[in-house]
Nanobody, 121 residues
Framework: VQLQASGGGLVQAGGSLRLSCAAS????????MAWFRQAPGKEREFVAA????????LYGESVKGRFTISRDDAKNTLYLQMNSLKSEDTAVYYC???????????????WGQGTQVTVSS
């Protein structure tokens, strides 16, 4: 599976962005999907994950209530709607595909190249 993340950019605090992750090579419906992020000088952290059928969804504590993960298997695309953005959400965001719905990074087999999200305060 090849994954291509897009939709990042510069946004003011309190604003919104929607990230997309387009897949090619294999159908996304066979995989659990997730978003991770990595801020400068920090380890990559779990953001959200979604099961093969579109549920359930898991969220990291820092994004609960603000971010929503979704998928459109007909379009072979994963999304992350990010609302009420904060400066601490600034990071490179990566999409990933794997067999298990889990927040553990090393359980995901396929990774996109990342898209930069910068939130100005």
């Amino acid at each position: 599976v090849q994954l291509q993340a897009s939709g990042g950019g510069l946004v003011q605090a309190g604003g919104s962005l929607r990230l997309s992750c387009a897949a090619s090579g294999r159908t996304l419906s066979n995989y659990a999907m997730a978003w991770f992020r990595q801020a400068p000088g920090k380890e990559r952290e779990f953001v959200a994950a979604i099961g093969r059928s579109g549920s359930p969804a898991l969220y990291g504590e820092s994004v609960k209530g603000r971010f929503t993960i979704s998928r459109d298997d007909a379009k072979n695309t994963l999304y992350l709607q990010m609302n009420s953005l904060k400066s601490e959400d600034t990071a490179v965001y990566y999409c990933a595909a794997g067999r298990l719905l889990i927040s553990t990074m090393n359980k995901y087999d396929y990774w996109g190249q990342g898209t930069q999200v910068t939130v100005s305060s």
